[in-house]
């Protein structure tokens, strides 16, 4: 399959994002969210077809999935672990417990463990500031992380696919 | 009869374990054959003490925290039940000093109520401002606005009541009230949490002013980064709909008003209103360049109100006590109250809502209680990424926008970010640089080259290459993005490298070159 290319279940669900959003007033940024709920991630193969549906340019599509952090074009680990590096976690350590993952997962940021587990991203902030420092796995909120905090959710999320 | 129980569902309290004390409560009381009702409250903003607990005792509320799963157990062995002693114990909540030195207004039910439940939000004073509303011509809700002095909490602190006047000046037409929740200063929480603990208070503001401006639709445009407010706002919005306190026939007035939540995806520009308004129209979140302002074209083309989730949440105690009360708070030409946010390395972090012209020192020591590791607070930063850094020579400043500006400094969206002495303010900077250019919308040459080379030049200055030629050259560089940036991203970026080269500067002269 060439990277530019959905799968017919891909293609299947991108349309029906597509068909559930479309009549809303301004919604590619709503229809990219639910490509990305569903599929993952926001696959280059998606961006023509979600531009035909809107009749939109596939520039236009292109340029703003690229534009948000958030989306991206390539798969990820089963679970996305979003830390925060903003000023109020670093007043707390932010550094160190950066470094403490990225050496515990043998990765950088926006890189996925060999195993397919983790994905690391950095965050700016999640306003979990009082609780400084935070971090955000898939859709859960941690705060006051300690270095065993961040090994214990490894071992959990190694353990849970 | 059933006791109540109080274990907040604030995104906070839930990233301590709230969720566990939660359950272990039901279980517990169900192992006991106690009758419990379990209420998932908003956060009362005391994170040093979450998850707190709270049991409604006859006489009132009794707090417990910070509570683990584990202690559970001994809480009901221990007839936490009827306030028993524990060491966990706080005492009555609303007797905690933290607590009951604030001026709670636009924060007043948070933590307080079930966050969706209209008869609870209307129990507690909710919907009499809508009330009122609909009882005045658009003009004097307006007027009241105006009276309260109410400014911008969002950050640029202009007048709300002169805004909402340009959009109903303009001709009918679609108009709009759109309410940026996007929230993305480092060391604020305010908007979060109450979207969390009392979204209803936003719902309503927002409804009052689209009966004021005569807009029938209304956007939220929060950031993805908060899903528990999304759910709470989903629930509340559907709640207020049921009750017809949105819809086509508003507490009966015939009056109509519809509002939905959109999601960011993770850009910190989108948070200036432009830029907001661009993302909520599915676009790039670029830059538009003013004029026209958005009270005129705002969404879609359309005249549109743009305000942040504190200042729409302060509307409905405006409308229900009067202008004046609001007024009657504060100092100078900032009225009412902020709820100041207090996080980074300190021992208390939490929310302080009170009146404007608190010093800093009170907020850092009085209730902040100092760093958290123990160690002198070297630095703060007030208004977020933007802001400038605060030398402790300088803590006695007044909490108000004028005071702030006086010492060359922000206010914002009121965040208050602690360093203690172990803080490299060199690497400070650099960071303030670096998050400008991973931010910037790429519109003006200042901001996204300008920043880069920020970033570019401190490495130098801090590995001691020519140091005092590149000092000379980071100075005419901040110089040239305050001076050349079409927005606050790259036109404010400098105000905290100007600060630490002001207070900070002997930390670009710590290493030597080997
Ligand atoms: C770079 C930048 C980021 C901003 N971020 C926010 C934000 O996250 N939330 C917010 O309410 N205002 C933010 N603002 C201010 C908005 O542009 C605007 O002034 C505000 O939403 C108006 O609402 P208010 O008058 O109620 O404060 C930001 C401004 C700039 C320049
Ligand atoms: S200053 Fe930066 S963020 Fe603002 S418009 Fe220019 S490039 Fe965009
Ligand atoms: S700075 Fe990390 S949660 Fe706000």
Known sequence: ?161 | MSIDVYVPRDASALSLGAEGVARAIEEEARAQRSQVRLIRNGSRGLYWLEPMVEVALPHGRWAYGPVKREDVASLFAADFLQGGAHPLSQGPTEEIPYLKSQQRLTSARVGVIEPTSIADYVAHGGYLGLKRALAMTPAEIVQAVLDSGLRGRGGAAFPTGIKWKTVLDQPPAQKYVTCNADEGDSGTFSDRMLMEGDPLALIEGMTIAGIAVGATQGYIYLRVEYPHAYAALNEALNAARQANYLGRDIMGSGRQFELEVRLGAGAYICGEETSMLESLEGKRGEIRVRPPLPAIKGLFGQPTVVNNVVTLASIPIILARGAAYYRDFGTGKSRGTLPLQLAGNVRRGGLVERAFGLSLRELLYDYGGGSASGRPIRAVQVGGPLGAYIPASQFDVAIDYEALTGIGALLGHGGVVVFDDTVDMAHMARYAMEFCAIESCGKCTPCRIGSTRGVEVIDRIIEGVERERNLVLLEDLCETMLQGSLCGLGGMTPFPVQSILKHFREDFHARTRH
Do not use: W
């Not at chain 1, 293609?11 to 990305?36: D, F, M, N």
């Open chain 1, 1 to 161: 399959m060439s990277r530019q290319s959905l799968s017919d279940a891909q293609r299947e669900s991108v349309l029906q994002v597509i068909a559930k959003h479309k009549s809303r007033p301004g919604p590619l940024i709503e229809i990219l969210h639910g490509v990305q709920a569903s599929l993952g991630f926001v696959p280059p193969g998606a961006v023509p077809v979600i531009a035909e549906g809107l009749n939109l340019s596939r520039a236009e599509v292109h340029g703003v999935v690229t534009f948000y952090h958030f989306f991206r074009d390539h798969p990820v680990g089963r679970h996305v672990v979003r830390l925060c590096q903003a000023e109020s976690c670093q007043a707390m350590g932010a550094s160190a417990l950066a470094a403490h993952a990225k050496r515990r997962l043998g990765i950088d940021f926006h890189e996925t463990s060999a195993d397919g587990a983790f994905t690391l991203e950095p965050v700016y902030c999640l306003g979990n500031c009082a609780c400084s420092p935070a971090l955000m796995i898939d859709g859960d909120l941690l705060g006051r992380v300690t270095p065993q905090d961040f090994d214990d959710m490894v071992t959990a999320g190694q353990a849970h696919p």
